[in-house]
């Protein structure tokens, strides 16, 4: 058999079939051909030796940020690090699949539309009628399905519930960052999320980040988290490893506009208005993000405070605000029994964020024990592809993508990454071009077409989201 691309002699760690050792992968016409531990180079274009590195399917990152224009660098950042397919949480979806046409590096990218009370509803307890429209343009559009804002931008726990029903009811996909009028961006807000959903499907979004201390202590909290989520497994969800978070910086009639933000100027001893966030600058505690270099970085004190001044406080800020036990109960916790993990995937909440750390801290708890490789790979890839009804993803298994993910097993620096048979990034240069839309619908899946995009429907129907009992 002819092979486009022949990768020999790697640790091979597929999920799928539970393989796990040296061996060879093939890839034909954008899809695994064979894997076996003596492939011949002679049947192939092109030979990489991938001796002492982990080749895995390509990761899934289930939760990012790359739907506005100045945060579509973050594709790059994502193809950097090694991932392959991502899931953008920001929205409106137009957004994000115009900006993977014009920088997605050949990635595959599914997206959510957000729902923002008072925003792209008429305030906050839109009607079903009106949830409907928009889940309608949606789906439309390309999304998979619908984001609550919660945290950020709260509507009321009755509206909270509507969006979720009327989600479910069209069998399209609903995450929620947890948060209505009544409860916060916290564990309380989490033990809300449970009750809203009832028994309706729902993702829950970055649990690590309703653990962060306010109420009992993070580890408490995080306990807590894993107790809610093994009892009810009609919701689905993800962690991230990351330390800071991202939100809005945004000040309106002295107050920041993301009650997320105002959660962390508390948090780091300020006050949660105009005048705390300035000092909160100031004194390192809170982070400005800047493009910079063809990526976001991080500034702080005198610099970052001007850079929030001269943009008339329209930026994105980050607080060093999530706790490392919390992050490592959620990460390993498992299921009695049958071994699942009760978070289901490890994600970042980043893309253009810069916390794209899933590879390189899942390799730091492979180190400490917490996980082993395997359960690791299956975190970043088949698990995160299930959930969302990825079919042929997450699996180096014959007539699958070809995704692959090639990292170093002590550092977890991802060295190759291969999309859909392409190779997208080398040691971190990242050059693949144009991308790949999952959709829900074949009329979103045409809009991708139209802008020179190639696509597929999803089948959500088959997803863990829907199927698990």
Known sequence: MKFEILLKNGRVIDPLTGLDGRNDVGIRHGKIAAVAPCLSAADADSVIDVEGYIVMPGVIDSHVHVSTEERWI???????????????????????????????????????????????????????????EIADGALANGALGLKIVGGHSPATPEATARIVEVANKKGCYVAFHVGTTRHGSDIEGLREAVELAGKNRLHIAHVNSYCRGLHMTPAAEALEAVE???????????????????????????????????????????????????????????????????????????????IWKDAGTMTGVSFPVNDTTAMHILATAKMEGSGEFVVDAISTDGGAIPRNVQLERGAALVRLGALTWPELVRKLTLNPARMFGFERKGALAEGFDGDVTVADPVTGRAYLGISRGQVIMIDGVVVGKGGHLLAATQEGAAKAKELGLSSETVDLGKSLFYTRT
């Open 228 to 306: 809610l989520l093994k009892t009810h497994r009609n919701l689905v969800s993800e962690s991230y490893l990351g330390t800071i978070n991202g939100t809005s910086a945004h000040i309106k009639d002295g107050l920041p506009t993301s009650h997320v933000t105002r959660n962390c100027l508390r948090m780091g001893g300020y006050t949660p208005d105009e005048k705390g966030m300035g000092e909160a600058i100031l004194g390192g505690w809170a982070l400005i993000q800047v493009v910079r270099g063809g990526k976001m970085e991080l500034v702080t004190g005198e610099e970052g405070y001007r």
């Open 74 to 132: 973050g594709f790059s950042m994502m193809a950097s690090v090694g991932v392959i397919t991502a899931v953008d949480f920001g929205g409106p979806i137009e957004n994000t699949v115009k900006g993977l046409a014009t920088c997605g590096c050949g990635m595959s990218i599914a997206g959510l539309h957000t729902v923002t009370p008072g925003r792209n509803t008429k305030d906050r307890d839109p009607s079903v009628e009106e949830l409907s």
